[in-house]
């Protein structure tokens, strides 16, 4: 098979599982595995200069081997600029259409696009051809040993797509977040910010996508990113944000909460999953970028049946006077017994209703959701989902 027959072959497959399956048994010095190498890290140029033409005429395709030659001169110094252009010319014209236009021509112009992520393809490529495109910092799942920051920053979490936007020279580079690129319009407004840049300087953006809308979570300098090295404090990123976005109808910030103290983080944190979020990123307060304390998640995801064995009314003038505060319940995980109080997930009716028939309620089963158990033996973060008929 050809190079573009594999990626055509890979993109009818209807599962990642199948593509990565076939991703096995390409051969390692196969010509696919260069050119997709190349083509797919838009940040990194030949080092020869060159501009593309449509080939007068097309040919009957070109054997393997003939592309990798012509790379490796680029990159070895035996080709120059004039001898490259030659060879580029020369190749395309023994192409046919179909193979310059879906795979090669991208390829030299970096802007391949392939049926896999850079996940996949690095899972399964020869060692030598390993992406190595930036990628975004993950989400640190919130773990049972580690006190969460007593000064923060609370933003929702979502499952919308997230994506690296990096603005530079007048170009715009857009990744997924594990480094797969992906060649795509943006909204004006993006665009605009690389015009006012100078020539070496730059910045990234951090952005969910979702709807045709866009959600700008963070930003850096390209310096600050591509060498990771420390950037301005989180909460000051976040003015900066505010700043560049304002009154844009596409654009815009993500909702964030600053706290300087953990006594009333619950309530906010309770607001984001009533408001129907997954989860919740806590970032501290004076964090930089790429510090442990920059993306700790909050993401209940586990599921278990406890039984209830008591419900605590709220202290008399505070909001949840005559309504239950924490229904507690009693279950198993990891084949340890547990009791645990719930506060996330009841609406102030079901507060008000639960604490009114707490009586009848004790016995009863409800389902939660949570974050796994936490070193006193309680679960992380329960969210109470519903109360199980009897």
Same mark, same amino acid.
């Given at each position: 098979m050809t190079p573009l027959e594999i990626s055509s072959y890979l993109a009818g497959l209807k599962t990642d599982k199948a593509r990565e399956e076939n991703l096995k048994k390409i051969a390692p010095d196969h010509e696919f595995w260069v050119g997709a190498y190349h083509g797919?890290? #838009?940040?990194?140029?030949?080092?020869?200069?060159?501009?593309? %033409?449509?080939?007068?005429?097309y040919g009957n395709g070109v054997p393997q081997g003939i592309f990798t030659k012509i790379v490796e001169g680029m990159h070895s110094g035996t080709l120059t600029e004039v001898a490259t252009v030659a060879a580029i010319t020369a190749f395309s014209e023994h192409c046919t259409e179909e193979e310059w236009k879906s795979w090669y021509q991208p390829i030299l112009e970096k802007k391949l696009r392939l049926p896999v992520t850079a996940t996949q393809f690095n899972k399964h490529c020869p060692e030598e051809y390993r992406?190595?495109?930036?990628?975004?910092?993950? +989400?640190?799942?919130?773990?049972?040993?580690? #006190?969460?920051?007593?000064?923060?920053?609370?933003?929702?979490y979502t499952d919308a797509q997230r994506l690296l936007i990096l603005? %530079?020279?007048?170009?715009?580079?857009?990744?997924?977040?594990?480094? /797969?690129?992906?060649?795509? +319009?943006?909204?004006?407004?993006?665009?605009?910010?690389?015009?006012?840049?100078r020539p070496t300087e730059g910045v990234m953006l951090e952005v969910y996508e979702e709807d045709g809308r866009y959600t700008v979570r963070d930003v850096l300098l390209w310096e600050q990113f591509m060498d990771k090295v420390?950037? &301005?404090?989180?909460?000051?990123?976040?003015?900066?944000?505010e700043g560049m976005f304002a009154g844009q109808e596409v654009v815009e910030v993500i909702e964030g909460e600053l706290h300087n103290n953990m006594d009333n983080i619950r309530e906010d944190?309770?607001?984001?999953?009533?408001?129907?979020? #997954?989860?919740?990123?806590?970032?501290?307060?004076?964090?930089?970028?790429?510090?442990?304390?920059?993306?700790?998640?909050?993401? #209940?995801?586990?599921?278990?049946?406890? /039984?209830?064995?008591?419900?605590?009314?709220?202290?008399?003038?505070?909001?949840?006077?005559?309504? &239950?505060?924490?229904?507690?319940?009693?279950? /198993? +995980?990891n084949r340890k017994k547990i009791e645990t109080p719930v506060f996330h997930g009841l609406t102030f009716a079901e507060r008000e209703s639960s604490y009114e028939n707490k009586e009848q309620l004790i016995g009863q089963k409800f389902d939660v959701i949570s974050c796994g158990l936490d070193s006193d033996g309680k679960l992380m973060f329960p969210i109470f989902k519903q109360w199980k008929e009897k």
């Amino acid at each position: 098979m050809t190079p573009l027959e594999i990626s055509s072959y890979l993109a009818g497959l209807k599962t990642d599982k199948a593509r990565e399956e076939n991703l096995k048994k390409i051969a390692p010095d196969h010509e696919f595995w260069v050119g997709a190498y190349h083509g797919m890290r #838009p940040l990194v140029p030949y080092p020869v200069r060159f501009s593309l %033409r449509d080939p007068t005429h097309y040919g009957n395709g070109v054997p393997q081997g003939i592309f990798t030659k012509i790379v490796e001169g680029m990159h070895s110094g035996t080709l120059t600029e004039v001898a490259t252009v030659a060879a580029i010319t020369a190749f395309s014209e023994h192409c046919t259409e179909e193979e310059w236009k879906s795979w090669y021509q991208p390829i030299l112009e970096k802007k391949l696009r392939l049926p896999v992520t850079a996940t996949q393809f690095n899972k399964h490529c020869p060692e030598e051809y390993r992406l190595d495109n930036p990628r975004l910092p993950q +989400m640190a799942p919130i773990a049972k040993d580690e #006190p969460l920051p007593t000064k923060c920053v609370l933003e929702p979490y979502t499952d919308a797509q997230r994506l690296l936007i990096l603005l %530079r020279q007048k170009r715009t580079h857009v990744f997924l977040d594990d480094g /797969t690129p992906v060649h795509r +319009m943006l909204p004006a407004v993006f665009e605009k910010f690389t015009t006012d840049l100078r020539p070496t300087e730059g910045v990234m953006l951090e952005v969910y996508e979702e709807d045709g809308r866009y959600t700008v979570r963070d930003v850096l300098l390209w310096e600050q990113f591509m060498d990771k090295v420390e950037s &301005a404090p989180v909460e000051v990123r976040r003015k900066v944000l505010e700043g560049m976005f304002a009154g844009q109808e596409v654009v815009e910030v993500i909702e964030g909460e600053l706290h300087n103290n953990m006594d009333n983080i619950r309530e906010d944190i309770g607001a984001f999953f009533q408001a129907g979020y #997954p989860g919740v990123v806590i970032r501290q307060k004076g964090s930089s970028y790429y510090d442990d304390a920059a993306n700790i998640l909050i993401c #209940p995801k586990r599921k278990s049946v406890l /039984t209830c064995s008591s419900i605590d009314k709220g202290e008399d003038g505070t909001k949840y006077e005559g309504r &239950a505060e924490y229904v507690w319940g009693t279950g /198993t +995980m990891n084949r340890k017994k547990i009791e645990t109080p719930v506060f996330h997930g009841l609406t102030f009716a079901e507060r008000e209703s639960s604490y009114e028939n707490k009586e009848q309620l004790i016995g009863q089963k409800f389902d939660v959701i949570s974050c796994g158990l936490d070193s006193d033996g309680k679960l992380m973060f329960p969210i109470f989902k519903q109360w199980k008929e009897k």
